[in-house]
């Protein structure tokens, strides 16, 4: 589907006599949370920053959309609130059950000066039908006195959101953390917890940390590497002398040695995934291989936790 078909199905009935705008909105209307894990409740807060031009919100339209189920809008004072509900196109399991109706629209009735900011909240059930990696989107509407702001536009395939003019909020799906580190072995090598950090857009190298535990006889050597997003593998070593980062390449190899365990993490040894094709997103899980002398290579896959984290699960540091 185009984005303009899509935005041609947005177009819901509004009362006679609504026009656009007549400038674009400085800010976006957004979630606070900007992102949520499959299959779980997600409690949304969108924020409204501002009118149409200097016209006060009288209406805030926010539609559901499919695969987003248990849909339960808070109430504000000062509002009116309705729930429009209609079949929903699959069934899903919730707890408890199957959902064979669903919210589709959510409408708040009111008003809010231009000057003045404010918040609508629901709470809903993202279903595995969003996958980690991928974004849910609200469309919605704020129908104000005589205008009317339409953020409902989605971007295309590859398409940086930013670039539109009146995107519709969104949340991004990111997978849930593990209790325990994913693990992967092969031959007498073992592999825990492989995970990278996000990047900026724009930005050409990721890290991969990780432990690598021998528990054979032999020794053997990380030689090698893939990362599906990333053109080339290679291993370093960070270091700090007299004050001063320095980075260095892993020449000829990485030793395990029997019994011992290696581990790539930040400051330390680490791996560099150069030439990235696309952002490392929080959230992310991005497959790869490591190669070593003896047990060849091991599939494996990477976390991506937060810009700045020092570990799988998202610790940062203060600075």
């Not at 949520?36 to 559901?64: D, F, M, W």
């Amino acid at each position: 589907m185009t984005l303009q078909t899509r935005m041609a199905s947005l177009a819901w009935p509004l009362a006679a006599g609504l026009v656009l705008s007549a400038g674009a909105a400085a800010a976006h209307v957004t979630f606070k949370t900007p992102q949520a894990t499959p299959n779980s409740t997600y409690r949304a807060v969108l924020r409204i920053p501002h009118g149409c031009g200097e016209r006060p919100t009288l209406k805030v339209r926010v539609q559901i959309p499919e695969g987003v189920v248990a849909v339960k809008p808070m109430p504000k004072a000062g509002w009116a609130l309705d729930l429009v509900k209609g079949p929903s196109a699959t069934t899903s399991a919730v707890p408890g059950g199957t959902v064979k109706e669903a919210g589709k629209e959510i409408v708040w009735s009111g008003s809010l000066p231009d000057e003045h900011y404010d918040e609508f909240v629901f709470q809903a059930r993202i279903t595995d039908a969003f996958k980690p990696g991928s974004t849910v989107y609200f469309p919605t509407v704020q129908e104000c006195d005589g205008a009317v702001e339409r953020w409902v536009e989605i971007p295309a395939e590859g398409q940086d959101a930013h670039a539109l003019a009146s995107p519709a909020p969104g949340v991004r799906i990111v997978a849930a953390v593990a209790a325990t580190p994913a693990v992967f072995t092969g031959g007498s090598l073992v592999i825990e917890g492989p995970w990278s950090r996000a990047t900026p857009g724009g930005a050409k190298i990721g890290s991969g940390y990780m432990r690598i535990t021998n528990r054979g006889p032999e020794p053997d050597r990380l030689i090698g590497g893939t990362a599906a997003v990333a053109r080339t593998f290679e291993l370093h070593e960070s270091s700090d002398v007299d004050g001063i980062a320095r980075m260095r390449a892993v020449e000829g190899g990485l030793p395990i040695k029997p019994g011992e365990t290696v581990e790539l993490k930040p400051g330390g040894l680490h791996a560099m995934l150069v030439d990235l094709k696309q952002p490392l997103r929080e959230g992310d899980v991005v497959k790869g291989t490591l190669v070593f002398e003896k047990a060849g290579t091991i599939a494996i896959e990477y976390r991506v936790a937060g810009i700045g984290a020092q570990s799988a699960g998202g610790e940062h540091h203060n600075h």
